[in-house]
């Protein structure tokens, strides 16, 4: 600060930021502040520093380095890229576009003539703004989910439907650590591209540089070496990549791959198995040990892997992202392991997930509460366990996956042929995942689902949830996606508090996905109630809803309460603090609340019990929903009740 060193930040760990609390001395007027980073190699660890001034009252200025002209541009741009919205398939701008302004729109870009307001878009699913500054290039993504692509399921017979789905999934141009897998989809379906003899080479290249996520192919190359779906020189290429590969932490070797996660670690103890059931009498050269020995090692830990989720469910549950990774784990398991015992154990956990998938499926799409998400849970409908769900059942909306190459290839296993009645059935189920409790309540109308999470701790608040068994309120949280409440495909409301400011930033947890400090959550049947309660420490002092008013048939707001129906389902928001809509990246889909404290209720129903959206709005009201700050409760009708603590 002004030239004195203040602070030296030596602590990170893995996955959660480093905080420390430093006294100023600021003196009046201009400050000079420079922080000096320095990367790790190691994932998750991420370069980059916050500073929160606490009790500071004066308002405060930050600028770049420069002359004030120079701020005024950057406030300038800033404000342009801000105020950009889309509407009526056209980027509007709030002033005159300055010079050197083009929108990338879908596979072209375009220039926006400078001086207008307004440019209008022939594909506008994501549009990038782009302005180019002096030596700088600022840019500002718009995602307009009401162009998204909403794709029914078929009518095919099952046969006819797989094999089409193999077919679409070949055709994905996927690079570094699921470059393979459209090649075994290929292969698959028996289609002959000379390509991806090629593409086999390059990912043995890529495996032998141990990159993270070099598990995730190497799965798959072994895969298609057990299943003869290779030549011979592909064969003898793998060979050579998996006898030299480091398949856990106590092998020799210095790299960047990620050992522990649920689908990680499974991944690498079905490939010790599996290359060393392939080359048993070979040497592996960076262990030292056989193929025998490789083999045994790897089936013991597999068999501990299954011991430990079996009886407590997924940590990964319903993700997005990794239940289709866990489930093409588990196939390699059902398939290839010389312990029979271990291969229906394994079958076993996929039918379940299969079962899991289809519980929570709600007009043809699969939402329920994550135990990791990303920024897909957007668009569920476009997720990978969306793809298990359409892979398995032709009515679902489609949706594909190269990963859903493991299930179709498997000559031992078949997904269950119960899933169409177990999408389309209502239920109201509570069951455990990873020491949580999960709740269900689906009707033909709406389906309303989330994790319960206790109240606060007071010994672990404001700690990474790894300190306790179970999530809790107040604990720093990760990517845990926790509730959600559907009336259609691409109709999802949900609350969160953003663990960074920005959208699309790549934070973890992120804006829309997990959240900063958990809050308090509880569901019974059609209510779901929440209290946030966030720490100063946190930098982000609000919470938001996903409020997506263009899938909606008609909405409207009475006081505090937000109200909607889609077909003959309804949907009420309410929330302690007075919200406004906002708009960074996603259009028209966004309230936010500021406030560290405040407590939101939603409640689903349905058109056999409310005749319209009156009807609803006025039981909605009837609720009477009251939020004490000084004893954090939330307090509604009947006995709905729930406390911080």
């Known amino acids: 600060l002004n030239r004195e060193h203040i602070i030296r930040l030596n602590?990170?760990?893995?996955?959660?930021?480093?905080?420390?609390?430093?006294?100023?001395?600021?003196?009046?007027?201009?400050?000079?502040?420079?922080?000096?980073?320095?990367?790790?190699?190691?994932?998750?660890?991420?370069?980059l520093v916050g500073l929160q001034l606490q009790d500071v009252d004066a308002p405060v200025h930050v600028g770049v380095p420069g002359d004030e002209s120079l701020n005024r541009e950057v406030r300038a741009n800033e404000q342009f890229l801000n105020g950009l919205r889309f509407q009526d398939g056209q980027v509007v701008a709030s002033c005159a576009v300055p010079?050197?302004?083009?929108?990338?729109?879908?596979?072209?870009?375009?220039?926006?003539?400078?001086?207008?307001?307004?440019?209008?878009?022939?594909?506008?699913?994501?549009?990038?703004?782009?302005?180019?500054?002096?030596?700088?290039?600022?840019?500002?993504?718009?995602?307009?989910?009401?162009?998204?692509d909403l794709s029914p399921g078929d009518a095919d017979d099952l046969a006819t439907h797989r094999h089409q789905y193999m077919v679409r999934a070949a055709e994905s141009r996927r690079k570094g650590n699921a470059a393979v897998h459209p090649a075994l989809c290929a292969r698959v379906a028996k289609l002959d591209r000379e390509a991806d003899h090629q593409r086999i080479l390059d990912t043995c290249d890529h495996v032998d540089g141990r990159p993270d996520c070099a598990d995730f192919v190497l799965a798959a190359l072994l895969r298609m070496v057990a299943l003869d779906l290779v030549t011979e020189s592909e064969k003898q290429r793998v060979r050579k990549t998996a006898l030299a590969f480091r398949y856990w932490e106590d092998e020799p070797g210095h790299d960047a791959m990620c050992f522990g996660s649920e689908n990680h670690s499974l991944l690498f103890h079905g490939c010790q198995m599996m290359a060393g059931n392939l080359w048993p009498n070979d040497t592996f050269t960076n262990s030292g040990k056989t193929g025998n020995e490789q083999a045994a090692l790897g089936l013991e830990r597999c068999g501990a892997w299954l011991d430990e989720v079996e009886p407590r469910g997924f940590h990964e549950y319903h993700s997005l992202t990794y239940m289709p990774i866990t489930v093409a784990a588990l196939m390699n398991l059902v398939d290839f392991t010389s312990d029979e015992q271990v291969s229906r154990r394994a079958a076993a956990l996929v039918g379940r997930v299969f079962h899991m998938v289809a519980d929570h499926a709600f007009d043809g799409v699969t939402v329920a509460p994550q135990g990791r998400a990303y920024r897909e849970i957007l668009a569920p409908h476009r997720g990978g366990t969306q793809a298990l769900l359409s892979f398995a059942c032709p009515q679902a909306v489609t949706s594909t996956s190269?990963?859903?190459?493991?299930?179709?290839?498997?000559?031992?296993?078949?997904?269950?042929?119960?899933?169409?009645?177990?999408?389309?059935?209502?239920?109201?189920?509570?069951?455990?995942?990873?020491?949580?409790?999960l709740v269900l309540h689906k009707t033909n109308d709406y389906l309303l689902t989330s994790v319960e999470v206790p109240g606060a701790d007071t010994s672990v608040a404001d700690a990474p949830p790894q300190s306790r068994r179970e999530l809790g309120a107040g604990v720093a949280g990760y990517q845990q996606h926790l509730w959600q409440a559907t009336l259609a495909t691409n109709c999802h409301v949900f609350v969160t508090h953003p663990g960074e400011w920005i959208d699309g930033g790549s934070a973890r947890p992120g804006y829309w996905y997990g959240n900063g400090?958990?809050?308090?959550?509880?569901?019974?049947?059609?209510?779901?109630?929440?209290?946030?309660?966030?720490?100063?420490?946190?930098?982000?002092?609000?919470?938001?809803?996903?409020?997506?008013?263009?899938?909606?048939?008609?909405?409207?707001?009475?006081?505090?309460?937000?109200?909607?129906?889609?077909?003959?389902?309804?949907?009420?928001?309410?929330?302690?603090?007075?919200?406004?809509?906002?708009?960074?990246?996603?259009?028209?889909?966004?309230?936010?609340?500021?406030?560290?404290?405040?407590?939101?209720?939603?409640?689903?129903?349905?058109?056999?019990?409310?005749t319209d959206l009156a009807a609803f709005t006025e039981y909605c009201i009837a609720q009477s929903p009251v939020f004490d700050t000084k004893d954090l409760s939330l307090r509604a009708a009947g006995d709905m009740h729930i406390t911080w603590r």
Request: charge should be positive; hydrophobic fraction near 35%.
């Open 402 to 437: 190269a990963w859903l190459g493991f299930v179709a290839s498997s000559p031992n296993y078949q997904p269950p042929t119960d899933l169409h009645d177990r999408m389309t059935r209502p239920a109201s189920v509570r069951y455990r995942q990873h020491s949580t409790n």
């Open 517 to 610: 400090v958990v809050p308090r959550t509880h569901q019974r049947g059609n209510v779901l109630m929440q209290i946030h309660h966030i720490h100063s420490k946190h930098p982000v002092p609000f919470t938001h809803a996903h409020w997506p008013t263009h899938a909606f048939d008609e909405h409207v707001q009475r006081g505090n309460w937000h109200v909607a129906r889609r077909g003959e389902g309804f949907v009420g928001l309410w929330c302690s603090a007075a919200v406004e809509k906002c708009d960074q990246i996603l259009t028209d889909s966004e309230l936010r609340a500021p406030g560290r404290t405040t407590a939101w209720m939603c409640v689903c129903g349905s058109q056999q019990d409310h």
């Open 99 to 148: 010079e050197g302004v083009s929108v990338r729109d879908s596979e072209r870009t375009i220039d926006w003539p400078t001086g207008t307001t307004s440019l209008e878009l022939l594909q506008p699913v994501r549009p990038i703004v782009s302005l180019r500054w002096r030596d700088q290039k600022l840019w500002r993504r718009i995602d307009v989910p009401i162009a998204r």
């Open 11 to 47: 602590s990170w760990p893995y996955m959660y930021p480093s905080r420390q609390q430093v006294t100023l001395p600021l003196q009046a007027g201009v400050n000079h502040v420079a922080v000096r980073l320095q990367a790790l190699g190691m994932r998750d660890t991420r370069c």
